[in-house]
């Protein structure tokens, strides 16, 4: 137990910038907020703390469009300040890790308005290519079918260099070419760029968007996508669903360069003696290439491939077999020596409360906490936050904006990212500014950070008792999964070899229900003491028990 590395049973928070803390009152979230808020993210029980992108950006994308990865986006603040935020981190003992955006960047990076310009280092740094000629009009066209994750061509013609360049999100955002040994080398070096500022480690964005088929050699033409077999799931051509992308996403090639990034985050540990630096890597992909992400026997690769399953997958109607499948499924297939880990939200999903329904946050939390691994939460999560509403007028993610006032909220990623709900004065205490950038999303006079500390129980209180038990509780790091799978229900233990255990119930129907703990799993002992209960199920922390009926109240 003692022996472990600080990450590996970890609990990582994602930090959206921009909506977490403003501290100069222009309505938008940044560093010196998050400076302030630190003690919060320590005392709610974190080790390490992702921060969504900070960098230079003309932000059409909300940073996830970098016009400079060496500096610091100045609404955010400076490079100082992100230094002080890394020092006042590592002085309460919480790791720093930042977002990495490598697959494109913005259309106003130096480096790819010298490539629009044809300057030979970087002419090639980008996807470029001619077009085609439509054989029946004659016209140009897009060098092939290919759909951007916000919609439409991934192709963009550009007057200037009178090319297409490829952007797999949006058109704002142009494909590095990872063809090129050139940009495989710059991007190293912006990695090194800020470890030697003292950073922990890196989330790696949208992976298997890293590599794409390369032209056809006798051809000169880029092959087409494959239309989805049953379109009914996905009728509209220009979605990014109507297509297999078997030519641009989670090509083999995307391997390799996770694994030359371990090396340089390795090399750095080994040269300067610093403690492990941690990779996380986001990619929406095969179960076996997830499992490749965390290397492949002779290379390492990713210490976190996020483990996105549970936050796909599971829903109102799963039955606790689903939920017992998805932690065995990772558990059981991992290879030797890596760890889980288990993700239910993020800044691009609908945020758990609203997708669970508030009352079931804690039941979520608990699940997530109590796994054998490493848990992600997207702040707000651990108090049950929910998405907030916003209004067409208000939409500002391209995804919404690419499409129209009737369907906008289908694609919209903006209610998953309205402001954090601190207190119940002006904005729940997020900013001064009368305008926020996004709205604030839900009524917050009795439901914020500052009132759930004050009450006697509250989701914030349930999420910081499951923290604090999993950092003491050997049970927790190092036992077992042993599981029962009921009809609305799922139990589990978690077992220390000192023999010390945990109990799990998760009422997932919504019907009481009666266990027995001796039938479950042997004799027990005969009283046992709740430690952790959700709000709804009627049970007290402190609580004695009886072992052989313990009653868990539905949920609704
Ligand atoms: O997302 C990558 C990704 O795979 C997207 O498809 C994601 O699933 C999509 O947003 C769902 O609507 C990352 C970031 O997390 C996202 O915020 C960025 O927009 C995207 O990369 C481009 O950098
Ligand atoms: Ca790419």
């Known amino acids: 137990h003692s022996e472990r590395d600080w990450w590996e049973n970890g609990n990582f928070y994602q930090i959206y910038p921009r909506s977490f803390k403003d501290s100069n009152g222009d309505g938008i979230g940044d560093l010196n907020g998050i400076l302030e808020k630190l003690d919060y993210v320590k005392d709610i029980g ?7 992108p900070i960098f230079q950006s003309p932000m059409a994308d909300f940073g996830y469009d970098i016009s400079d990865y060496t500096k ?9 300040d992100l230094e002080s935020l890394i020092e006042k981190a590592h002085s309460l003992g919480l790791h720093l890790i930042l977002d990495f955006v490598p697959n494109h960047t913005s259309d106003e990076h130096e480096w790819f308005q010298r490539s629009v310009a044809n300057d030979s280092y970087y002419r090639d740094f980008y996807i470029w290519h001619d077009g085609v000629i439509n054989a029946t009009t004659g016209e140009r066209q897009p060098p092939s079918n290919w759909i951007s994750q916000f919609r439409y061509s991934a192709w963009e013609w550009n007057e200037q260099r009178q090319q297409y360049y490829l952007h797999q999100f949006g058109i704002k955002q142009p494909d590095l070419n990872y063809r090129n040994p050139n940009v495989v080398e710059d991007m190293k070096n912006v990695l090194r760029f800020w470890l030697a500022r003292g950073i922990d480690g890196f989330r790696i964005d949208a992976v298997p968007f890293l590599f794409e088929a390369d032209v056809d050699p006798t051809t000169g033409t880029y092959p ?8 009914s799931s996905c009728p509209d051509p220009d979605d990014w669903c109507h297509l297999n992308h078997i030519y641009t996403n989670s090509l083999p090639e995307i391997f390799d360069i996770v694994y030359q990034w371990r090396e340089v985050v390795d090399q750095w540990k080994l040269e300067y003696d610093t403690d492990t630096k941690v990779l996380l890597t986001e990619a929406y992909t095969s179960f076996e290439n997830l499992m490749r992400m965390y290397g492949d026997g002779v290379h390492n690769g990713s210490n976190i491939p996020f483990n996105f399953e549970m936050m796909a997958d599971l829903n109102n109607q799963s039955t606790a077999s689903d939920y017992d499948y998805y932690v065995r499924h990772w558990l059981d297939n991992m290879p030797e020596g890596v760890y889980a880990n288990w993700v239910l939200g993020n800044h691009d999903n609908p945020r758990l409360a609203s997708r669970f329904g508030a009352q079931r946050a804690d039941l979520m939390n608990i699940f997530l906490q109590t796994l054998p691994g490493i848990a992600v939460t997207y702040n707000g999560e651990e108090y049950g936050l929910e998405d907030g509403y916003v ?5 500002v993610d391209p995804q919404a904006c690419n499409a129209d006032p009737d369907t906008y909220q289908k694609y919209s990623r903006d209610p998953e990212r309205t402001p954090f709900l601190w207190d119940n004065t002006k904005n729940a205490g997020f900013s001064t500014a009368n305008r926020t950038w996004l709205p604030v999303g839900q009524s917050y006079e009795s439901n914020n950070v500052q009132a759930q500390e004050a009450a006697e129980n509250s989701h914030l209180k349930i999420f910081k008792k499951l923290t604090g038990l999993r950092k003491s509780e050997p049970a927790f790091s190092d036992g077992d999964y042993e599981s029962v799978v009921g009809d609305n229900w799922l139990s589990y233990r978690r077992q220390a070899a000192t023999g010390d255990a945990y109990y799990i119930i998760l009422n997932i129907g919504n019907q009481n229900v009666t266990l027995n703990f001796n039938e479950l799993y042997g004799y027990v002992s005969g009283k046992l003491e709740v430690v952790a209960s959700s709000l709804q199920s009627g049970l007290e922390n402190g609580q004695q028990v009886d072992s052989d009926s313990l009653e868990a ?4």
């Open 72 to 80: 610091v986006q100045p609404e955010y603040g400076t490079t100082e």
């Open 46 to 52: 974190m080790d390490g703390v992702w921060l969504s």
């Open 224 to 231: 087409d996508e494959p239309v989805i077999a049953d379109t």
């Open 391 to 395: 209004s067409w007028e208000d939409s």
């Open 553 to 556: 109240k539905a949920y609704n």
